[in-house]
Nanobody, 130 residues
Framework: QVQLVQSGGGLVQAGDSLRLSCAAS????????MGWFRQSAGKSREFIAA??????????DTFLAASVADRFIITRDNAMTHLEITNLKTTDTAVYYC?????????????????????WGQGTQVTVSS
């Protein structure tokens, strides 16, 4: 059973920076794409970031949704992914979920990856106050 355990989140002030982390229980997920979603109250779940596997000869491909691309950075270290957020805004308030695809999923790291996530973290609340 693959488990994704998230950490980070909490109550922060607008303008702060925050780092969310997600660690996979199965190290085989170093060969999986990993990503992040968020869902604000009353809104649908938004696919905001993804990162491919590191193949040893190039940096992994990354994807950031236009709504977050200027302030969010996604990185990974083997079977762990991080989402670094700067200049937090109240509109960033949401439950953030990490996710992973099966290993070696052959889909470009971008919007088309969305249907392929099969493992999910428990979610963590990020609340940004003004």
């Amino acid at each position: 059973q693959v488990q994704l355990v998230q950490s980070g989140g909490g109550l922060v002030q607008a303008g702060d920076s925050l780092r969310l982390s997600c660690a996979a229980s199965d190290r085989d997920l170093i060969n999986s794409a990993m990503g992040w979603f968020r869902q604000s109250a009353g809104k649908s779940r938004e696919f905001i970031a993804a990162i491919g596997r590191s193949n040893g000869w190039k940096d992994p491909d990354t994807f950031l949704a236009a709504s977050v691309a200027d302030r969010f950075i996604i990185t990974r270290d083997n079977a762990m992914t991080h989402l670094e957020i700067t200049n937090l805004k109240t509109t960033d308030t949401a439950v953030y979920y990490c996710a992973a695809t099966p290993p070696y999923t052959l889909v470009a790291i971008g919007p088309a990856l969305r249907p392929h996530f099969s493992s999910w973290g428990q979610g963590t609340q990020v609340t940004v106050s003004s």
